[in-house]
């Protein structure tokens, strides 16, 4: 190792010290003091003429406050007051004239200080008066009488010329319009509006008069006095000061000299130290090449994982996340800098404790990277919603990590419970297609032996009849005697009466069993015919008269008479009103609330109503406007379909008609059948009848 000398250093210490000495004296505190009293000096000229303006801005009116008058005046009068400061105590003849050019300043801008506060007060009080003017003019001319308006115009302009151009006979102008005003009887506004005007008339001169001799205050004569007694002072203290910075470039020149010496001396090492530098730097830039494609590769994997819309999450093997993408925090909902370092565990709702203690072991670990898993995750409301996971391992030295990548399942689960309802629902509607056909095949095996029971009844009528001369013959001969176990005379007068029951009994079989193969027969293309709406009524009320009795104990029918006849399928619009029907009756909470069903001709005249009317349970507004869609139903727990409205709704549009509905939550339901009415030709309306 080589012996550095110390001469070097002393030679550049000495010559240091030199140049330390030569540049305080070059740049004294006088030559300090001079540059701050000339910068003092400049500024001074800038407020004034800063406070000049806002004075100007006060005066005309433009000025918001008086805040940065009084901000201003207050800066000019402490630089005025540093100036003092700065030049006293003075020992020179310089220095004594400068201290009482600053005294002078200071005392013209406390003069003008002065001024302007009074200059304040009167512009502050003429401003109030020419606004109260304003406004109390502004109304009174509004609610003035013709011959007042034109009174108060000649003021108002006389004013207005007055505040442009404050000219005495402008002001003799407007003191005779305010005595002759005075002199009237006026109400209390225009007294007030006198008042303000004379006060603008006799402060506005005084303001301008104020603001003359603010701008004619001496300060800026002031401030060229103290300028240039200033430069007389400081030419004799910069001569002083050219000799010390000769003297400081010389030495200066003798300082780099040497240095320029010792820096020859300095090459012949560093080349020595170049080649051993270059052999380093290549062995660096391998290493930061390699660091380059590390950054690289670690960059293009970073904007993959933030461009995935699955959360991408990695952890250790203690279970604590290190990296965290931005499909993760749009998932879970948070930050990266929040999750960093925090335990997977608290992003599933269920998760098994001993999970990472489980999979430490490489086996396991190796076993991960294979089949999804399913769970369940929660997000930063702790709302939770089903994921699929797919876990791998990686390493990086010797430490192991896992990642997994997170898939939210929520719209695929939906979907899946969707095509579930749907499908059974569906199964549930070919049950009701099939129990139709098993009612209509019912209805035919029913109907068979009804017949025989008809054509008994009548035969028993008839054989009764001829039967009872013979019997009355053996009464008036015989006295009382027994039939069938009971009194021939209870016999004579109920015998008829228990045939014709039977065989009224097995006529409303007949009927009903009509109705059920009617209302089970499908559509056909000729099925267009004209229909008395009233009759389609009592023939679904006849249809469900057994499940009305069961479900209320107050059903009633409100069916207008003469009603228009209506052109379609009777067969389906039964089927509509039987499917609106039940609905009415599986809505009631209680057998004490009513159904009633209604038919009546809209007050246009054109279209014919059926209303549905229930107290029960009520729909929910928002599930209005989805009752007719297919497969949607508030009835899923009891078995509903969600189709027959949506298929009563399509038979109705098939026949131009419409179904609408109104409904209050806990009050009940109003379903309307609407069908429009069509010209009828006479021969139907006849065969109809």
């Keep these: 190792m080589t012996v550095i000398s110390w001469q070097p250093r002393l030679i550049v210490a000495g010559l240091l010290l030199a140049l330390t000495y030569l540049w305080i004296q070059s740049a004294s505190p006088e030559l300090e003091r001079r540059n701050r009293l000339q910068s003092t000096l400049r500024i001074i000229e800038l407020r004034d003429a800063e406070l000049m303006r806002d004075i ?105 010329s007055f505040m ?12 005779q319009e305010l005595d002759r005003l005075a002199g009237l009887p006026l109400p209390d506004d225009y007294r007030v509006l006198i008042a303000h005007g004379r006060l603008i008339i006799d402060v506005s001169p005084k303001v301008d008069t104020l603001l003359r001799q603010i701008i004619a205050q001496p300060i800026v004569s002031r401030v060229d006095d103290l300028q240039q007694a200033l430069r007389q002072y400081s030419d004799s203290v910069e001569q002083q000061a050219e000799a010390y910075r000769l003297s400081l470039y010389l030495v200066a020149l003798v300082l780099l000299a040497y240095l320029l010496y010792q820096f020859v001396l300095l090459r012949a090492s560093t080349l020595a130290l ?42 250790d093997l203690q279970g604590k996340i290190v990296s965290w993408n931005q499909g993760a925090q749009l998932m879970f909902g948070f930050t990266a800098n ?106 035919h095996e029913i109907n068979n032996p009804n017949q025989l029971i008809l054509f008994n009844s009548g035969l028993l009528a008839d054989i009764w009849s001829d039967a009872l001369e ?83 104990l107050h059903f009633k029918t409100e069916l207008s008479e003469a009603l228009p006849l209506l052109r379609g399928d009777p067969q389906q619009v039964e089927q509509v009103l039987v499917n609106l029907l039940i609905n009415a009756l599986e809505a009631l909470p209680e057998p004490q609330k009513s159904v009633s069903v209604a038919t009546k001709l809209l007050h246009d005249g054109r279209q014919v ?48 008609g419409r179904l609408s509905f109104s409904s209050e939550p806990g009050q009940g339901t109003c379903a309307r059948v609407i069908f429009p009415l069509n010209p009828i030709p006479a021969t139907e309306v006849n065969h109809a009848m």
């Design 56 to 160: 100007l801005l006060a005066r005309a009116g433009l000025l918001a406050n008086y805040d940065a008058l009084t901000k201003a005046g207050q800066e000019l009068l402490r630089l005025s007051q540093s100036l003092q400061t700065d030049l006293q105590p003075a020992n020179a003849d310089a220095e004594k004239l400068m201290g009482k050019l600053a005294d002078q300043l200071t005392a013209t801008v406390q003069d003008g200080l002065v001024q302007i506060e009074y200059l304040k007060s009167d512009n502050a009080l003429l401003r109030n008066s020419v606004m109260s003017f304003d406004e109390i003019g502004k109304t009174l001319r509004t609610a003035a009488r013709p011959g007042d308006t034109a009174k108060l115009g000649n003021l108002w302009r006389l004013m207005f």
């Design 164 to 175: 442009d151009s404050p000219r005495p006979e402008l002001a003799a102008e407007i003191r």
């Design 274 to 315: 170049r080649r051993a530098h270059a052999n380093l730097q290549q062995e660096t830039g391998e290493r930061l090449q390699a660091e380059s494609w590390l950054r690289e590769s670690e960059a293009r994997l970073r904007a993959i994982t933030d461009s995935a819309h699955e959360a991408i999450i990695s952890t």
């Design 338 to 443: 929040r999750m960093l370092g925090q335990p997977f565990q608290q992003l599933l709702a269920n998760p098994s404790p001993d999970f990472f203690e489980q999979i430490r072991d490489e086996g396991a670990i190796n076993r991960l990277n294979g089949p999804t898993l399913d769970s369940i995750a929660l997000s930063q409301d702790r709302s939770a919603f089903p994921v699929e996971l797919s876990l791998s391992s990686w390493t990086r030295g010797t430490e192991r990590y896992l990642t997994a990548i997170i898939r939210d399942i929520s719209a695929r689960k939906h979907l899946e419970e969707v095509a579930r309802q749907q499908e059974l629902q569906l199964i549930q509607a070919n049950k009701m297609t099939a129990l139709g056909t098993l009612v209509s095949g019912v209805a």
């Design 470 to 552: 013979i019997l009355e013959d053996r009464y008036q001969a015989s006295g009382e005697f027994s039939l069938g176990g009971l009194p021939y005379t209870e016999m004579r007068s109920s015998a008829a009466v228990l045939i014709r029951d039977v065989k009224d009994g097995a006529k409303r079989i007949e009927r009903i069993v009509a109705e059920l193969k009617n209302y089970a027969r499908p559509p056909g293309a000729e099925a267009q015919v004209s229909f008395a709406i009233n009759e389609v009524v009592d023939r679904a009320v006849r249809l469900l008269k057994h499940l009305i009795d069961q479900k209320t």
């Design 609 to 656: 109503c059926v209303e549905v009317r229930d107290e029960g349970i009520g729909i929910a507004a928002e599930h209005i406007e989805q009752l007719c869609d297919p497969f949607f139903t508030t009835k899923q727990a009891k078995g509903g379909t969600g189709l027959g409205l949506a298929i009563s709704a399509s038979l109705l549009r098939a026949q131009g």
